[in-house]
């Protein structure tokens, strides 16, 4: 069965760094999400990307923040200028359609130290 | 504005027996809902979800949750738990108009004791 899939499942980084999150989605499908988890908190929506531009995002997704669909595979979230906040479960996500169920990837762990 | 509230964040219970975990929601337009699970070191997977139709919707494995419009809640039930439903369940809803960004609940964590 296809899955997404995400890359690392573990990233260590120092404040200030920046850091690419990698997301591999279903191949037929063409809505794709970004959702991060602070650890003990909720789930929480961060930005949608459909026919390779933000269709939403969310008051977290500020300037630090940019997504990119570099090739026909690849779901990019991108982190310039990290901050300790920033530590969370990061999980991308796609649907063929947006009414459709949206699959989620295993996620990458972000720790900024 | 969308929001979740799951009521409990741990829920305890033996092997066999019954549980609910309970997800009420706020919405001013229409919604549908979901029910993820998350079992531990996995990302989170549909276990079922409600459009329309018949407001009692049901997984492969048992579980089955109902739509309750005039309570606005969504809640997740089995008859009978088994350890490997020891998992983190989210309640989510998105908007049926416009952008489909999914609102979580903070998650209940189901723990199945022997």
């Known amino acids: 069965e296809p899955e997404v899939t995400q890359t690392p499942s573990h990233q260590v980084t120092q404040m200030g760094q920046e850091v690419i999150l990698r997301c591999v989605p279903i191949s037929n499908h063409l809505y794709f999400y970004w959702y991060r988890q602070i650890l003990g908190q909720k789930v929480e929506f961060l930005v949608s990307f459909y026919n390779n531009e933000i269709s939403e995002k969310s008051e977290i997704f500020d300037d630090q923040f940019s997504v990119e669909r570099p090739d026909g595979s690849n779901f990019t979230l991108k982190i310039r200028s990290t901050k300790l906040e920033d530590s969370a479960m990061y999980f991308c996500a796609s649907n063929p359609d947006r009414t459709d169920t949206q699959y989620f990837g295993p996620g990458t762990r972000l720790t900024v130290l | 504005a969308q929001s979740v509230t799951q009521l409990d964040s741990q829920v305890p219970v033996f092997e066999e027996a019954p549980v609910e975990l309970r997800c009420n929601y706020s919405s001013s337009v229409s919604v549908y809902l979901f029910w993820y699970v998350q079992y531990p070191n996995q990302g989170l997977q549909l276990l079922l979800k409600?459009?329309?139709?018949?407001?009692l919707v049901k997984s492969i494995n048992g579980f089955e949750a109902e739509f309750n419009k005039s309570q606005t809640s969504f809640h997740l039930r089995k008859p009978s738990v088994h350890i490997s439903d020891t998992a983190e369940y989210f309640c989510?809803?998105?908007?049926?108009?416009?952008?489909?960004?999914?609102?979580f609940g903070q998650g209940t964590r189901l723990t199945i004791n022997p």
């Open positions: 409600y459009l329309s139709g018949s407001t």
């Open positions: 989510a809803v998105s908007i049926i108009q416009g952008a489909q960004k999914l609102v």
